[in-house]
């Protein structure tokens, strides 16, 4: 880590990383409602065998099976959200800023809803707005993009980077949840925003369950939201290793407090490891 390096940073990163490990398991009502406090705790190391997978898909009829795949389906969309818009209100709120090769990478091109509504909409299958079209906020001021590339206060390649980061977890969300593919028919994927499972069809699911079923049904809701979290986060970490920076009131944000970079971190805290007084191995 640089010498010199204004400490000030630090909280905000550090709350941002804890709100992270804090959600995976706090805001996942259905999986608090089928483990205990140990299952939940030690979750992370629990490898579910093959065999508990399949004997809780042949327990489940065809209904049900929809339902707990895109139950599935919403866990993941629930990581990536929460840690999409958390950075996103410190963008918005507390003037935290990504920036390529000291250019402002601009978030928000669609709908100006910052990091998650550009997710949203690329998910949904709207196509990114021209550069004529497209708006960032700086200030008060909403400029064209396509003039703040002009005038080199934003780089071009660090706003390719920055979309294709974005297409790739609208991609990522349906694309590698192995068993939400197995059980769900392509359209169930592909319109699964527009689906909403009704609360007594889920209540009767999960009143159907034996201890064993529900102890495999809640690991493997909270593992998607780990994958959701982790992958989001580990893709952010890619970006910081070639060109993007963190930025906040001028100075550059470290990561990689405990590890390397923003997913170590945030697996550590998951785990239980302190913040260290030691920070020289952090990058920036």
């Not at 100006?112 to 004529?132: H, K, P, T």
């Not at 952010?236 to 550059?252: A, D, Q, T, V, Y």
Request: glycine share 8%; hydrophobic share 40%.
């Amino acid at each position: 880590m640089s010498i010199g390096m204004n400490l000030s940073v630090l909280p905000m990163y550090k709350e941002y990383i804890d709100n992270l490990a804090s959600f995976y398991t706090r805001n996942s009502v259905i999986a608090q409602r089928l483990l205990t406090e140990d299952n939940i705790k030690y979750c992370f190391n629990y490898k579910i065998k093959p065999e508990e997978i399949e004997s809780l898909l042949e327990f489940l009829n065809p209904d049900q099976t929809r339902i707990f795949g895109h139950l599935l389906l919403e866990e993941r969309h629930g990581g990536i959200h929460a840690t999409l818009h958390s950075l996103g209100e410190r963008i918005d709120i507390v003037g935290l800023e990504l920036t390529f090769n000291g250019k402002l990478v601009p978030t928000g091109l669609m709908d100006n809803e910052g990091l998650m509504g550009d997710f949203v909409a690329r998910y949904l299958g709207y196509e990114w707005l021209s550069l004529d079209q497209a708006t960032f906020c700086i200030g008060n001021e909403i400029l064209n993009i396509a003039d703040l590339i002009t005038s080199g206060k934003i780089s071009i390649i660090g706003l390719q980077m920055y979309k294709n980061y974005i297409d790739n977890l609208a991609d990522f969300y349906t694309r590698n949840s192995v068993i939400a593919r197995r059980i769900l028919s392509e359209e169930d994927i592909k319109y699964r925003s527009s689906y909403e499972s009704r609360a007594e069809d889920i209540e009767n699911l999960l009143k159907s369950l034996n201890p064993e079923h529900k102890r495999t049904f809640g690991y493997l809701l909270l593992k998607e939201r780990y994958r959701g979290i982790y992958d989001t986060v580990l893709t952010l970490g890619e970006l910081l290793e070639n060109g993007f920076r963190f930025i906040l009131k001028g100075e550059p944000v470290p990561t990689g407090l405990l590890g390397n970079g923003l997913a170590d971190d945030f697996m550590r805290r998951y785990l239980g490891s302190d913040w260290l007084d030691d920070i020289s191995q952090a990058t920036v």
